[in-house]
């Protein structure tokens, strides 16, 4: 990948990590946003959304165009991330992990208003791989990781431009080392593979990922950002995508956003940014 491309990346994730400092976890009155627990999770497709572009199938169209939402203010973000897990409250079960799971994540109204339930909209029980061959496929969670739960939401086409397609997952590991893993052979993914195949004729191009140094991450042990292109069968040209993934202790949250025309990076950025700090708030919740 080019030096242009590669400082392009970089200055988007410093731009997401402002937004992730700014906050956006709570509603006006001061409250962690809460949303439903979704019931039951059906079983995740393998092929066009194995890694969580949200193209499984299409959704309703909204009355009117919607932009990401402001971040509200917390505070001034502290000078380090110093948060330890309550003992009692890391999950050590399956039953415990599934609990966390979908009190964490967030319901379509939770991540921007306008947003809507992908369909399908919920999976579990499985998590992405990607071989050699470059192509995401998904396999069951092998035994290191307790509950892996999914939610596809949409922002749908509306005034001229295009339908955002969202993903959001929150993953519990036997132990912070397991998830710390998954963080670091993310990074390594665009690396070996900077063009990665989904299936259906969608693709994932000039990927390039980046962790972003600890002393700029305020609200996770470990954040990391990632930017290409996707693109479609029959599109005329790609569409950009972003995708940020978090750590703490032994959960790992990442959501991804596939952009579309009227969209600019700024607008995803701010979509997955603004996701990720809310998914990240409730995470800290549970294991406090």
Not at 65 to 93: L, M, Q
Not at 205 to 223: F, H, W
């Amino acid at each position: 990948m080019s030096v242009t491309r590669r400082r392009a990346t970089t200055a988007a994730g410093l731009r997401a990590v402002g937004v992730l400092l700014e906050g956006g976890a709570e509603n006006g009155g001061g409250e962690p946003v809460t949303g439903g627990t979704g019931g039951g999770a059906t079983a995740e497709p393998a092929g066009d959304d194995a890694r969580g572009t949200g193209t499984a199938a299409a959704s309703p169209t909204a009355s009117a165009a919607t932009s990401p939402s402001p971040a509200s203010s917390v505070g001034a973000p502290p000078d380090a991330y110093t948060f330890t897990p309550a003992p009692h409250r890391v999950p050590k079960t399956p039953a415990r992990a599934r609990e966390l799971t979908r009190r964490a994540s967030l319901a379509p109204e939770d991540w921007t208003p306008g947003m809507v339930p992908h369909i399908p909209y919920e999976s579990s029980g499985t998590v992405p791989v990607l071989p050699d061959s470059c192509v995401w496929t998904r396999e069951p969670a092998p035994a290191t990781v307790l509950d892996a739960y999914t939610r596809r939401i949409d922002l749908p086409a509306t005034g001229g431009k295009g339908r955002v397609s969202g993903t959001l997952t929150v993953t519990v590991h036997r132990d912070a080392a397991h998830a710390d893993r998954e963080m670091r052979s993310t990074v390594q993914e665009s690396f070996r593979c900077p063009t990665q195949h989904l299936g259906g004729g969608e693709r994932l191009e000039g990927l390039q990922s980046m962790r972003l140094d600890p002393k700029d991450v305020k609200n996770a042990d470990a954040t990391l950002f990632e930017a290409g292109a996707h693109r479609a069968s029959g599109d005329a040209r790609p569409q950009p995508y972003v995708w940020t993934k978090s750590r703490i202790g032994p959960v790992v949250t990442a959501v991804s956003v596939k952009g579309a025309q009227g969209y600019t990076d700024s607008d995803l950025i701010r979509f997955a940014a603004e996701a990720g700090a809310k998914l990240l708030y409730r995470v800290e919740l549970e294991l406090s």
